[in-house]
């Protein structure tokens, strides 16, 4: 996980990357065919304002990453089936790690919609902005009863539009950032958590060997090792004494639960923010953002999906909620119908769970803390961490000691 990830948790988040709030095909106008040159790198004139979703901030290409747009229009036309032409991009603005695009196309059948993600420029890290990775498991996935966006194609071509890339189709539905779902009713509230968590236990009960993803990560002592990263992180990139820090860096690895090491298919970033709900009924049609995915332990994911119970800020933090008059779950509720679902009797050692989740937020707000005083970091709210960095670790020690 890196830092704009964890964000999300930390001061709230804008908007999400493959839902299409109504993106049907046809749904908005085309673009002429004489006004190719005017899409070249993030120039789009007024079609493209008319064609934007509603809910989703685009912008025309950021300059460090417009690319050629009549080069990408050439690759599609040999690789993307169906493709006719009528190309038009542009990106979300959000802070993710890899750059994404709306991209629309005229394709057999009509108009169309997609997502294009791709590596950012520059010197990357080997380990960093694997769009391959992600690429490949929503590939994989798209064989079970996980809902993903379908994927169309991966482009290792550096030639084409100067980094990595993957297309996969724009889902048509809804991003709820706020747990509290203020415009809906309860019932629906109750429907969309329960959808949530269904899809969270299908996602564990994937086999990954018998959908090719046996080697996606490796098997066994994912809280260990996980622990070990955060902590030389945090080692080296703090900036003041962190009591809490320093006493769960040293209590966590000692303390791993001893409930047979066991290895899934885990999102990593798994929230209501990165799931789109159908556009009229309260279920889960689609899982975002793969980037952090791996194989690892199950209910590191449960807990990093409950923390919201836990934190008190919004749009996350709903632990001050009255659950009963919206509609919303307990986490006791939650976490049994995830067990019922999965074949737990219970969770033993849930506190450690949610504990090892809040440390490692803390590790990499410290991070982008660091980052911020340093003047390297890309968000202005970054300077406000150090205060995050010690809630999260202080709310992670209250709940084991």
């Known amino acids: 996980m890196d830092g704009r990830h964890a964000q999300d948790w930390i001061f709230g988040h804008g908007t999400s990357l493959t839902g299409i709030n109504g993106g049907m095909p046809g749904k908005f106008q085309s673009v002429p065919p004489c006004g190719m040159d005017r899409l070249r790198a993030g120039v789009r004139g007024p079609y493209a304002e008319r064609r934007m979703p509603t809910y989703a901030d685009t912008v025309p290409v950021m300059e460090r990453h417009r690319f050629d747009v009549d080069s990408l229009d050439r690759y599609f036309r040999e690789k993307l089936k169906g493709y006719r032409g009528g190309l038009e991009v542009r990106q979300f603005d959000s802070g993710h790690?890899?750059?994404?695009?709306f991209v629309a196309a005229d394709m057999d059948g009509g108009r169309r919609d997609f997502v294009l993600r791709k590596k950012p420029p520059g010197k990357l890290v080997a380990s960093a902005h694997q769009v391959?990775?992600?690429?490949?498991?929503?590939?994989?996935?798209?064989?079970?009863?996980?809902?993903?966006?379908?994927?169309?194609?991966?482009?290792d071509d550096d030639s084409v539009i100067g980094q990595m890339f993957y297309v996969m189709e724009a889902v048509?539905?809804?991003?709820?950032?706020?747990?509290?779902?203020?415009?809906?009713?309860?019932?629906?509230?109750?429907?969309?958590?329960d959808s949530m968590n269904d899809v969270l236990a299908r996602l564990h009960r994937?086999?990954?060997?018998?959908?090719?993803?046996?080697?996606?990560?490796?098997?066994?002592?994912?809280?260990?090792?996980q622990i070990s990263r955060w902590s030389r992180?945090?080692?080296?990139?703090?900036?003041?004494?962190?009591?809490?820090?320093?006493?769960?860096?040293?209590?966590?690895?000692?303390?791993?639960?001893?409930?047979?090491?066991?290895?899934?298919?885990?999102?990593?970033?798994?929230?209501?923010?990165?799931?789109?709900?159908?556009?009229?009924?309260?279920?889960?049609?689609?899982?975002?953002?793969?980037?952090?995915?791996?194989?690892?332990?199950?209910?590191?994911?449960?807990?990093?999906?409950?923390?919201?119970?836990?934190?008190?800020e919004p749009p996350h933090g709903f632990a001050t909620v009255d659950f009963a008059n919206l509609g919303l779950p307990t986490e006791k509720d939650y976490i049994a119908a995830y067990c019922r679902r999965t074949g737990r009797d219970s969770i033993p050692d849930w506190n450690y769970y949610l504990a090892f989740s809040l440390f490692r937020l803390a590790a990499i707000a410290q991070g982008v803390y660091r980052r911020g005083l340093q003047g390297n970091s890309s968000n202005?709210?970054?300077?406000?961490?150090?205060?995050?960095?010690?809630?999260?670790?202080?709310l992670a020690w209250s709940l084991v000691s």
């Open 233 to 312: 992180q945090y080692a080296e990139l703090k900036t003041e004494d962190i009591p809490a820090m320093d006493r769960l860096s040293t209590w966590l690895p000692e303390n791993i639960p001893d409930d047979g090491d066991p290895t899934t298919i885990v999102h990593g970033d798994y929230r209501l923010g990165n799931l789109i709900v159908h556009p009229t009924e309260p279920r889960v049609v689609a899982v975002l953002d793969w980037e952090l995915s791996t194989l690892g332990h199950p209910l590191c994911d449960v807990a990093y999906n409950c923390l919201g119970y836990h934190l008190k």
């Open 97 to 101: 790690s890899n750059p994404t695009f």
């Open 206 to 225: 994937v086999d990954p060997v018998k959908v090719g993803l046996g080697d996606y990560g490796r098997s066994g002592q994912y809280i260990a090792r």
């Open 132 to 155: 391959d990775r992600e690429f490949r498991v929503i590939s994989a996935l798209a064989s079970t009863d996980v809902p993903v966006a379908p994927a169309r194609l991966l482009c």
């Open 172 to 193: 048509p539905g809804r991003i709820l950032v706020n747990p509290a779902m203020p415009d809906q009713i309860p019932a629906e509230r109750a429907a969309i958590f």
């Open 380 to 394: 202005p709210e970054s300077i406000k961490m150090s205060k995050s960095a010690r809630e999260r670790a202080e």
